[in-house]
């Protein structure tokens, strides 16, 4: 019948208890996460991406995802990328003891050794330590480096950054991820009232430069002008209205039927016409008259022409 000869039952073979949940391996996760991509499961494989919250994506697989228009396809996850602006190309360096790796035959592949390591400290990548990577230069560098190097300068190309806003964590806790996605809604908020700004300036420069006029030119549309052309007075006053302008070729031509008129009325008044010395100039006056005998005759061309 059992419990006999001495067995001992224990409280777990005789009593059903609910099992606890499987608990997922932290450190299988971390190594995922840096070394596959978070959007298509792929390996990851230059050049590397990263948003603004701190994920890792092959560059390729985001564009693929962008591309593709269907709804059904788009991922909650991928709600903060809209386009390419949203996602940087990290500057990454690469582990020595991994390019040395046999990876032909039957060469052993350590998956312990990390691809990159950070530049100043010499750490792997491979989420035992904290990495972050800049947003001015985008250089993936170790908290390590980040907090012993002193002042505002990226440690490996000498960029300036701000502590506060310009330090992403790759792939952060979810409450650091929190905090992350509030500064990234923050600098895109200040960057859509930046462009709304440079705009108005652009327009209230353009508005300023088209309406505001030479001082000479004011005087001319404000004061009233008199020319005296030919010896006569004309008085011409301009509309100092803005918008109102006579292109060069319209003005040349006014002022040269002005000079015409005025040459006429001057003609007309002096009356130069009637006298003799004006008459004689065309053939119509007396004195070109000829006699018959000094007209021409079929040999001569101009009936004019004579021998004195």
Known sequence: MGCDGGTI?????????????????????????????????????????SCELGRLYNKDAVIEYLLDKDPANKLVKMNHIKGLKDIHVLVLHKNQDWERRAEKGDGYIDTHYAKYICPVAGIEMNGTYKFSYLLPCKCV?????????????????????????????????????????????????????????????????????????????VKEKDEPSTSKVNGHKTTSSRNSKLGSSHSSDTVKNLTANNTVQGAKHKLKEEKIFQTEAFKSLFTSHSSAKRAKDKNGHWITYNPYHYAG
């Open 9 to 49: 039952p224990k409280r777990h073979e005789l009593v059903r208890t609910k099992k606890k949940p499987e608990e997922k391996d932290k450190k299988a996760d971390l190594a995922w996460k840096w070394q596959y991509c978070a959007l298509s499961n792929q390996i990851l494989k230059e050049p590397i991406v």
């Open 141 to 217: 560098l170790s908290e390590r480096a980040l907090k012993q190097v002193r002042g505002n300068k990226c440690p490996s190309c000498s960029k300036e950054y701000s502590k506060e806003n310009d330090i992403i964590n790759l792939n952060a806790a979810e409450e650091e991820e929190d905090i992350l996605r509030e500064k990234m809604e923050a600098r895109k908020e200040a960057a859509k009232n930046e462009r709304k700004r440079s705009k108005k300036d652009k327009k209230s420069n353009h508005l300023k430069n088209n309406s505001e006029p030479a001082v000479d030119e």
